[in-house]
C-alpha cells in the first residue's frame, strides 16, 4: 500500500532538515547547497507582526503569511523571508510556489505550549492511529498536496525547546 502524499512530504522534509542541518553545521551556510528559485515578491514574517526575541509566540504571524501568500497567488509564487532571531512558533502549514527562507542567525524554534500544536486525526499507517486510540499532534512544518515548495537559507530549525 503507498503511503499518503502527505505521510510522504513530511517524511521527505524531515530528511531534508536533517541532511542540511548536517550541511549547515558542516559548512556555516545552507546557500549554495542547492541553488534555490528566485521570486518574484519576496515578504517578511515581520511585516506580519512575528517578533523574533525567542519569547514572543509567532504562531498567528506564520499562519498569516502563508494565508497571504495563498491567496495573493503571485506568478511566480512569493518568498517568506525570516530574518535574524529566535522565532517561536506552534504548528504551520506551507502553501504552493513559496520558499521559506531562513537567514543567517535565524531559529525557528517549536513552542512546548501545546494550544499550538492542534490534534488532527491519525493516519492509520504509524503512530496514535494503531497503537492507541485518538488523534495526534500536528507536524511542526507541514502541509498537503503542496507543489514547488522550498525551505531554505542560511540557518537551522530546532525541533526541541531547551
Known amino acids: 500500500m503507498a503511503a499518503p502524499p502527505l505521510l510522504l512530504l513530511v517524511g521527505a522534509l524531515a530528511l531534508l532538515a536533517q541532511e542540511q542541518v548536517a550541511r549547515c553545521d ?22 506580519f507582526g512575528g517578533v523574533g526575541d525567542g519569547r514572543t509566540l509567532n504562531t498567528w504571524a506564520f499562519r498569516k503569511a502563508v494565508y497571504r501568500i495563498q491567496h495573493r497567488r503571485r506568478r511566480g509564487g512569493t518568498e517568506l ?66 507543489r514547488d515548495v522550498v525551505i531554505t537559507g542560511e540557518c537551522r530549525v530546532a525541533t526541541v525547546c531547551s
Not at 524554534?109 to 486525526?121: I, Y
Not at 499507517?125 to 492507541?132: A, H, I, V
Open 26 to 47: 558542516a559548512a556555516a551556510t545552507c546557500v549554495g547547497v542547492a541553488p534555490a528559485k528566485r521570486r518574484p515578491e519576496v515578504v517578511s514574517i515581520a511585516d
Open 81 to 146: 523571508r525570516v530574518p535574524a532571531g529566535t522565532w517561536v512558533t506552534g504548528s504551520f502549514n506551507l502553501t504552493s510556489h513559496m520558499t521559506l527562507f531562513l537567514a543567517r542567525g535565524a531559529v525557528l524554534r517549536a513552542t512546548r505550549d501545546a494550544a499550538g500544536w492542534p490534534l488532527v486525526e491519525p493516519l492509520p499507517s504509524y503512530g496514535r492511529g494503531r497503537e492507541l486510540p485518538g488523534a495526534r499532534y500536528a507536524s511542526f512544518i507541514g502541509g498537503d498536496g503542496l
